[in-house]
């Protein structure tokens, strides 16, 4: 069965610290890979995508995300967080072969970022 | 892009009642989706349409739940004899064409059935 994991719930962590949100994956042929963020009162908004070629892709405001096939994995990265980076992090995951891009979220990982 | 718009923001229903929420997607997107999300987890897909033809439903969709898109524009979402277990916050998204186009959500709708 398709499926997204996210390895933590909660990250707390100050202004200018670095964040790595983990995300690893099972799914079956090619797959693609997304960040979605929430922000405190606000609808899901795409930060990176995935879908060949390089494998570290560059997303909006500052995110990265590395794709190691081998270890099925699509770890989120800013080198520098700010206070405004607070939100809910989603990464999730589309197969080529599915139907309409249809994608399958990990948990989510809430991030507070302390000023 | 005027995003995707959701309607009614919050519901708050009676265990047995019917309810339904309606979708408008960004215009000319041809796909739409519904998803639904409870407290700490991420969304779940619950079905998908490709212009008005519903194309795939989930398991979790039960025969409760009705969805349509009769124009192949906005899309309604139909809960029959709501249950306490289906609070939750349910997402519309919508996307473009074929091949890999990203998913833009909306703000949800949020249930509560008391």
């Known amino acids: 069965a398709q499926s997204v994991s996210q390895h933590n719930h909660h990250v707390i962590l100050s202004e200018a610290a670095s964040l790595e949100l983990g995300c690893n994956y099972s799914y079956g042929g090619t797959v693609n890979l997304f960040w979605y963020v929430q922000y405190p009162g606000q609808h899901l908004q795409l930060l990176l995508k995935y879908f060949s070629g390089d494998p570290l892709v560059k997303g909006i405001k500052g995110f990265e995300a590395e794709f190691i096939k081998s270890k099925f994995s699509f770890n989120l990265r800013k080198p520098s967080v700010q206070w405004s980076d607070t939100a809910e992090y989603f990464c999730?995951?589309?197969?080529?072969?599915?139907?309409?891009?249809?994608?399958?979220f990990g948990g989510g990982t809430r991030v507070l970022v302390k000023p | 892009d005027t995003g995707v718009s959701q309607d009614p923001r919050h519901k708050i229903t009676k265990r047995g009642q019917n309810v339904t929420f309606r979708c408008d997607p960004i215009?000319?997107?041809?796909?739409l989706y519904w998803y639904r999300q409870t407290l700490g987890q991420g969304p779940e897909f619950l079905t998908y349409f490709q212009n008005e033809a519903q194309l795939e439903k989930s398991r979790l969709l039960s025969d409760r739940f009705s969805a349509e898109r009769p124009k192949g524009s906005f899309s309604t979402l139909e809960i029959q004899r709501t249950e306490q277990g289906d609070s939750a916050m349910y997402l519309c998204?919508?996307?473009?064409?074929?091949?890999?186009?990203?998913?833009?959500f909306g703000n949800g709708t949020r249930l509560t059935v008391t």
């Open positions: 999730a995951a589309s197969g080529s072969k599915a139907a309409g891009n249809k994608l399958t």
């Open positions: 998204a919508s996307s473009y064409g074929q091949g890999n186009s990203p998913l833009h």
């Open positions: 215009s000319e997107h041809n796909r």
